[in-house]
């Protein structure tokens, strides 16, 4: 550089001084020689004037990178039309027309050679299609890269393919809005498309469980693509600690003899096998006093496939009609576990028993769309685990509820000798015996699973029991039984005995026994209505005496037994139709009416005659007697 003090008014404003000063590498040497140019500008009152040359230099160098970054990007995107985003984990693909680089994604116009209108503000590509096994709709997976780091997203290919919806990426973290929309959404297509042999097409399931032969989410062939709203629960489901540690705690809870214990494991297992056995789903309940561990069970129970701790795989009753099915229906074939059936509110409680026969029917309501079309139904094929401090029973009105609940009371004061080290001990350790447990199946097979459960059936059909309760009962037996010999390894089965009283009876679970019950119990309380000679609302006419069986006869008027089977409720048409078949309902014609003469009114008219036995159980145990004798005495064999 030419010494400072021969400088004058015209050569300090030369390109040759600028340019040497500029080309300086060193910043801040570059900054000391500026400096000491402006303080000889000011010896040689020119400084304005220098001021003014050194801005435009710098302008024209602005000018002149900005123009060579373009034409980098040019020859990088253009020209070979490919991506060229930087430090990037996913390779380069063909964008046709489009420019994609660190700045973003623009358009270019061939005829102008310029850039158009941007995309997007960031690195964005497609760079995996998801199949859905069930619906065959298919996904798209996203990566983008903000704040230096790339993201993946898996979003319905209808939201990418809209210019209106893709504006809810924004959400997500994609720089997009409703002016940039219809570009991104080109964009995406055109690189999807143009990259369709290259870009990857994975199979995926919205639902965990059994797809085909594989189990989601231990075969990593397919891949989870379910609602963002269920991904803390499924990412719940993992293993996580020592499998070690957590056997041998569980070893030592089953040892302890707990039957409660022991079930509610062995339900928990069951639910992966309703599908393969093609049974419907069934309710187990754990009720008893508060205090002596069913949450804990619960965790115990629910630490088998994954996280046990709060707000992560066990629910509550808090829900909605449709948290009802979706959680379900993404859970598939892994149990629904719902702890404490206190929490549900009076809504829930008024329409439980209906909550219970859509969630053991497996399939939920069909709705319909704003497109005046159909959505897909949720569906499911898996075990409920619940507790309370009531029996599930207790909210239940109709047998056929009933039918679908084995109860689990827990009569011991404390399930759990140390409660805080089982919670500490399955929190840390948990989602190994259920993977374990797939693995048995597939070992096993389901022609040898499901001879194993008929023989189990077998051994514990009972005539006072239902068929349906019998068959959900066998499979958690079987259960228990593939757990003990191929995982635990210890030998504790379940006792039958203790097994068989989770079981109703069939007169608990038959709606006309029921309903013959509730009726003579409405007599027993409201005798008076019977008598003419008190003063109140009447129900029929005087109770009679039967002279061959001694049996109490009463006779309702049909208006009032109708109204009382309603309150109660029960079928009037479907008792009566039953009870005419028992004998316990005195007809003349096939509606279950007689003809006689009213003692009030003195006129004749219709009743229904009820016989009021003793014993119901011992009365129909006669019928059937009776009806397997021939004429000369002898039972049919």
């Not at 504006?167 to 809005?177: D, E, N, Q, W």
């Not at 051994?459 to 037996?477: A, F, G, P, Y």
């Amino acid at each position: 550089m030419v010494p400072l003090n021969q400088l004058d008014a015209r050569s300090i404003m030369s390109r040759d001084v600028l340019d040497e000063v500029f080309g300086q590498e060193d910043e801040i040497y570059k900054a000391e020689l500026l400096a000491s140019l402006a303080l000889r500008a000011s010896e040689l009152r020119c400084k304005k004037e220098f001021s003014e040359v050194v801005a435009a230099y710098k302008r024209a160098i602005k000018e002149i990178k900005k123009q060579e970054k373009e034409e980098q990007r040019k020859n990088n995107s253009l020209v070979e039309h490919y991506t060229n985003f930087s430090n990037s984990p996913y390779d380069n693909m063909a964008c046709e027309n489009w420019i994609a680089s660190d700045d973003g994604v623009y358009t270019w116009n061939p005829t102008t050679g310029i850039t158009d209108m941007r995309a997007c503000y960031h690195p964005i590509l497609p760079v995996e299609r998801l199949k859905n096994l069930e619906t065959g709709e298919e996904q798209l997976k996203i990566a983008f890269k903000r704040n230096y780091s790339w993201q993946e997203i898996i979003v319905p290919k209808t939201i990418v393919a809209s210019a209106s919806k893709i504006v809810g990426l924004a959400a997500r973290g994609v720089a997009v809005t409703s002016e940039t929309a219809k570009y991104l959404v080109r964009y995406l297509s055109d690189v999807e498309n143009a990259n369709d042999d290259y870009i990857k097409i994975q199979y995926s399931s919205g639902k965990l469980g059994w797809i085909g032969d594989g189990f989601l989410p231990y075969d990593t062939e397919i891949v989870f693509d379910g609602d963002a709203r269920f991904r803390q629960l499924f990412h719940s489901i993992k293993e996580h600690g020592r499998r070690d540690i957590w056997y041998e705690h569980v070893k030592k809870l089953r040892k302890s003899g707990k039957f409660e214990i022991k079930f509610m494991i062995a339900a928990s297992f069951a639910s992966v096998l309703i599908k393969p056995l093609n049974a419907l789903p069934f309710f187990v309940d754990l009720w008893g006093l508060t205090g002596n561990g069913k949450s804990i069970t619960h965790m115990l129970a629910a630490s088998i496939w994954a996280d046990p701790g709060e707000k992560k795989y066990i629910s509550n009753f808090k829900s909605s009609d449709v948290g009802y099915e979706v959680r379900p229906d993404m859970l598939n074939n892994l149990p629904f576990i719902i702890d404490d059936t206190s929490q549900k509110d009076e809504r829930t409680e008024k329409n439980f028993e209906r909550i219970v026969y859509d969630l053991c029917s497996g399939q939920g309501k069909t709705r319909s769309n704003k497109e005046l079309g159909l959505n897909k139904e949720n569906t499911w094929e898996l075990c409920i685990l619940t507790n309370g401090e009531y029996p599930l029973q207790s909210y239940m009105a109709q047998g056929g509820a009933i039918n679908r609940i084995l109860e689990v009371e827990c009569t011991h004061d404390r399930l759990f000798y140390r409660p805080q080290e089982t919670i500490d001990i399955l929190k840390k350790n948990y989602g190994f015996a259920g993977k374990d447990f797939v693995k048995a199946v597939k070992q096993l097979g389901v022609d040898n699973i499901r001879r194993l459960q008929q023989d189990i059936q077998k051994s514990i059909t009972s005539e006072d029991k239902t068929e349906k309760q019998l068959l959900s009962l066998s499979i958690v037996l079987t259960a228990d039984r593939i757990a003990t010999e191929m995982l635990f390894k210890d030998g504790q089965y379940i006792d039958i005995t203790d097994a068989k009283s989770t079981l109703a009876d069939v007169s608990d679970v038959s709606p006309n026994e029921r309903c013959y019950e509730y009726l003579v119990d409405m007599i027993s309380m409201n005798e008076q209505r019977f008598d003419v000679n008190t003063i109140c609302e009447k129900w029929g006419d005087p109770i009679e005496i039967d002279s061959d069986s001694g049996c109490r006869m009463v006779y309702f008027y049909p208006t009032a037994l109708e109204n009382i089977c309603k309150n109660g409720g029960f079928s009037k048409k479907a008792f009566l139709s039953w009870g005419m078949k028992k004998k316990l309902v005195i007809a003349k014609d096939k509606y279950g009416n007689i003809v006689k003469r009213d003692s009030v009114t003195k006129k004749t008219r219709k009743f229904c005659c009820i016989k009021v036995v003793d014993d119901l159980n011992e009365y129909i145990e006669k019928q059937k007697n009776q009806l397997n004798k021939n004429d000369d005495g002898l039972v049919f064999k």
